[in-house]
């Protein structure tokens, strides 16, 4: 397998931004417009890294379009920077546009629908290390939960790119507690979902998809990870051809890894801690992880040695 990435070019940089724009209940998608150092520091962005966002200046919505649950939050002063992922990262001349799914979840985020095309945002990038890109197996399956989307479709684009794309099989199985709670568009016609495209972010890049919501809403009625365990009980590739990439909630993150420990399946699952300086310096972020294999523990930092781990080292 090849090396993990991370970047040793970040930096702090001011992002235009593109668009933003609403596709859901709390969801939106926004672009970030990067020129100079900063198109050259993101344009190398690797799926599963992040960069913290600045929103501390931004204004709040006015207070209609604040939802209910958030008045008595939407006041907080944000101290710290943000951290977010990316769907997308291209390039146009000396730009790089990079592209966010965010979900409306507090002080922060609620700012962050106000931003408008021209606005100025500061961003510390890239962070963290990336997925790593197999060079040796036959399927990769990307299992979502929630919010955890934004990495894997990104990792969906760059498994499907030209290089890749004859070598490896990609799925992608999604999952929520209810259909609002998917943070995707829209849903594909009868005919391309019985052919198993869900999803239309994932069937863009030709890959079948498999939604699920705890509550049957929308999908299979339980949990995506009862679809992957069942998937992989129908496969009969052997278990060294198959990679498991994850990112959600850690419960089903525990679970993920624990259905690749039962079956000896490489897989890289990519956690989620608040985080304050994103460096590596305040020790906020802690992940106990195994030390070498062994029953001994140590704490890595989730954003300078993660958000992606290998499965098998996490205690979950
Ligand atoms: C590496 C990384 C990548 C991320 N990528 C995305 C993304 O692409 N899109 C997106 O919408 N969100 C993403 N997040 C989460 C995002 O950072 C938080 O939703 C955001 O900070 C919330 O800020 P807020 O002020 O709006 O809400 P807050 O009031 O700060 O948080 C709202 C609620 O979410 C919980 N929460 C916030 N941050 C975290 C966290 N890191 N781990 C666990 N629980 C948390 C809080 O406990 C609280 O209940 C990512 C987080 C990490 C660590
Ligand atoms: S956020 Fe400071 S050490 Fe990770």
Known sequence: MSERCSSSDKGMFEAIVSSNRQIGQRFYRLILEFSGDGAIAFVNFQPGQFAELDLSGTALPSAEAIPEDLHDAAERKILLRRPFSFTDVTTNRDKTFAELLYCVAGPATLRMTTLSAGDSVSVIGPLGNGFSVPDDKKIALL?????????????????TADLH??????????????????????????ISQQLGFSIPEFAMYGIESLLATDDGSAGYHGFITDCLAERLGQS?????????????????????????KDKNIDCQVSMERRMACGIGLCQSCAVECRLNGSNETVYKMCCKDGPVFDSREVIF
């Open 236 to 260: 009969d590739l052997a278990s060294e051809d198959i990679v498991i990439y994850s990112c959600g909630p850690e419960v089903m993150l525990a679970k993920v890894a624990e259905i690749a």
């Open 165 to 190: 794309a004859t070598m490896i099989e990609v799925i992608a199985f999604a999952g929520a507690k209810t259909e609002t709670e998917l943070p995707f568009e829209g849903r594909l016609d009868e």
């Open 143 to 159: 299992v979502t939960g929630g919010m955890g989307v934004p990495p894997l479709l990104h990792l969906a684009k760059v498994l």
